[in-house]
């Protein structure tokens, strides 16, 4: 069956380390694969993309790796602050054409001040 | 903000009744998803509409419907409700179906609770 996995525990992190988050997949064929940041009550914010062909995306201070023989994502928040703490969600699309996302679970992030 | 609105905020219904959930899209798009997020659990697709057709469906019974209108604006219809419809439902807006160059964008969600 298909699963996208991201781990279920929270990720508590001291301000101004790296947290990095995982993503695995099965039995998809992702297309692209994007990173969403998700408040309590808010719905989901685009962060990035990374496209099935690319090994790495930067903005700001988030990166972004794609594996898709490991069928694995990683995502880094680096000089994490306060304000990051949110759950992070990754969302694979199987189709170039479709934005039709499937989404993980999604993956708490504390950071302590 | 997104500038995608969705009404109401919070619902509250019982076993058997009807819901329809509405979505204003962002200006200049075209496409709208629909989501269901259970509590703890990722959003799961629904359906999609693009100018006005169906254009894709998730693994949900036909009792969740929808529509878009010619502003682009979308409801989402549920029918005989069950007790695991109660979720936040999102919409999502985009300016076209293409997912590797096309953002979307989400609105703030319907709670939904079924009593």
């Known amino acids: 069956s298909q699963k996208i996995e991201q781990n279920s525990e929270a990720l508590n992190i001291q301000e101004g380390k790296t947290a990095t988050l995982t993503c695995n997949y099965t039995?998809?064929?992702?297309?692209?694969l994007q990173w969403y940041r998700q408040d309590p009550g808010r719905g989901p914010v685009f962060l990035l993309l990374i496209r099935e062909n690319e090994k790495e995306k930067r903005k700001e201070r988030l990166k972004v790796t794609f594996d898709t023989t490991l069928k694995q994502s990683l995502f880094h928040i680096t000089a994490s602050q306060p304000a990051d703490s949110a759950t992070y969600l990754c969302?694979?699309?199987?189709?170039?054409?479709?934005?039709?996302?499937?989404f993980g679970k999604g993956n708490q992030v504390v950071v302590i001040p | 903000e997104t500038g995608v609105t969705q009404s109401p905020t919070h619902l509250i219904k019982t076993r058997g009744q009807q819901v329809t959930l509405r979505c204003s899209s962002q200006?200049?798009?075209?496409?709208v998803s629909w989501y269901q997020q259970a509590l703890g659990q990722g959003p799961q697709f629904i359906f999609q509409?693009?100018?006005?057709?169906?254009?894709g469906r998730g693994n949900f019974p036909p009792r969740f419907s929808g529509l878009q209108f010619p502003n682009y604006s979308s409801e989402l219809n549920v029918n005989a409700l069950e007790l695991d419809d109660s979720a936040l439902y999102l919409c999502a807006s985009s300016s076209g179906l293409a997912g590797a160059q096309e953002t979307q964008y989400f609105g703030p969600g319907t709670r939904l609770l079924v009593l």
């Open positions: 200006s200049g798009h075209n496409t």
């Open positions: 509409y693009y100018r006005e057709e169906e254009n």
């Open positions: 039995n998809y064929s992702p297309a692209y």
């Open positions: 969302a694979l699309g199987e189709d170039y054409g479709n934005n039709r996302l499937a």
